[in-house]
């Protein structure tokens, strides 16, 4: 047995998606059924069944913005610059890689000075530690 669903009236449904194409026109997400089907909190079966022309609309507007998209080889300039860029880009990133390398490196070594140079002043100092479990274990 199934259970009786309020539909929304056509009119919100179709307003709904007006909001969504104009969402995706100032460079939102690409509408799709099934984010309309989400947003009005149906099931994609019930959606389908009562609004068909709504889904079939929505579906043929995805298809026209898919096709208004040039194919890559279409631009063949900037297909051509995609592997100088590439390896300009592998380049500075090997070069980053290294610099935080070094960078991790020198402040494990400041980390060990400190802990160091504080155990000195500490014993200079004639400083007792008395239970804090941050120095557990300390010598």
Not at 13 to 22: E, Q
Not at 74 to 80: D, F, I, K, T
Not at 119 to 138: H, K, Q, S, V, Y
Request: hydrophobic letters at 40%; zero cysteines.
């Amino acid at each position: 047995m199934t259970r009786k669903i309020d539909l929304p009236a056509e009119e919100h449904v179709r307003a709904v998606m007006a909001r969504m194409l104009a969402d995706a026109d100032a460079g939102g997400p690409r509408p799709t059924v099934l984010a309309l089907v989400r947003k009005l909190g149906l099931t994609n079966a019930t959606f389908w069944r009562h609004y068909h022309d709504i889904a079939a609309e929505l579906r043929r507007h995805g298809a026209q913005a898919l096709q208004a998209i040039p194919a890559p080889d279409q631009n063949l300039g900037e297909a051509s610059e995609l592997p100088s860029q590439n390896a300009a880009l592998r380049r500075e990133r090997d070069h980053l890689a290294s610099q935080l390398e070094a960078a991790l490196s020198h402040l494990r070594r400041l980390t060990i000075d400190n802990a160091e140079l504080r155990r000195e002043l500490e014993t200079a100092r004639a400083i007792t530690r008395i239970g804090r479990p941050d120095t557990a274990g300390r010598g």
